[in-house]
């Protein structure tokens, strides 16, 4: 059996080394189905991958009224210096018809209000505004949210898409209200006829297409607030592997620096992680 004393002990740092930076997915359902395969926020996971962790803090079914609540929560003034960036996708329970089986219905004016008072949380504790991102609810089909909620033997929920519209057009006016970013989704994912069978599964959330759709318009801005973001410790074909706690001591690596050295003519492909 061995003993404790067999094994090489390895001393902790003195000090923590360099933190990750954070990227937070805050929303409803359409962000806590994200992380399903092909969803918009694996893909994002993906993408950063050894440069900012994903935090996925989607709710289900929840509207602004709780969103205002939790967002100190899950993200205190003390882990503001590590965020990239934070995404706020809310709306699409929001806009559900105001009816007595409906509590969940949020007014317009309650809504643009707690979509305002969480960016201001967000300024208050210094998430700067180039890192606030703005998400539109998309838009959504009621004769297919009718016919799912038919087949699954519920109630469809009171929904209409005209309205939802002005909803997304809020979204898109308090962005610039406050100057943070936008992704609209409403307007833009109509490009077709058939639109809500592409995009929309169940003319609500979005199929592995809508799930691409959002992943590409939003890449581009998360890229540009990752620019500084380097990965934490050297590619493995920068390693000296007769000697791993040096390579491990150097400085952050911006693997973008070093690709043309190695890969001249793939500048834009990171090189796997993983040996031959």
């Not at 359409?30 to 989607?58: I, M």
Request: proline share 7%; net charge neutral; aromatic share 12%.
């Amino acid at each position: 059996m061995e003993r404790e004393e067999d094994f090489e002990i390895v001393n902790a740092p003195e000090k923590a080394g360099p933190e990750w930076g954070r990227i937070i997915l805050f929303g409803d359902s359409l962000t806590q189905r994200s992380f399903e395969y092909g969803g918009w926020g694996a893909q994002l996971t993906n993408f950063a991958q050894r440069r900012c962790d994903v935090v996925c803090r989607g709710f289900s079914g929840y509207t602004t009224e709780a969103g205002k609540y939790i967002l100190p929560n899950i993200l205190p003034a003390s882990d503001a210096p590590t965020v990239r960036a934070v995404t706020i996708l809310f709306g699409t329970n929001d806009a559900t018809l105001k009816q007595r089986c409906n509590a969940r219905h949020v007014p317009l004016h309650s809504y643009s209000d707690n979509l305002r008072n969480m960016i201001k949380y967000l300024l208050r504790i210094r998430v700067t505004r180039e890192k606030i991102i703005l998400i539109t609810p998309p838009p959504l089909h009621k004769q297919s949210v009718v016919e799912n909620s038919k087949t699954l033997g519920k109630k469809a929920p009171p929904v209409d898409n005209s309205v939802t519209r002005l909803y997304a057009n809020a979204v898109v006016e308090i962005s610039k209200d406050f100057g943070v970013q936008c992704v609209e989704l409403w307007e833009s994912m109509q490009d077709s006829d058939d639109w809500f069978s592409r995009y929309l599964f169940d003319g609500m959330h979005f199929t592995a297409a809508g799930q691409q759709f959002l992943f590409d318009k939003l890449q581009p801005i998360v890229n540009a607030l990752m620019a500084n973001s380097p990965s934490l410790y050297p590619p493995w074909y920068e390693m000296d592997w007769t000697n791993v706690p040096k390579s491990l001591s150097k400085p952050p690596y911006n693997l973008r620096n070093i690709l043309a050295k190695y890969y001249p003519f793939r500048r834009t492909t990171v090189p796997s992680d993983q040996g031959e």
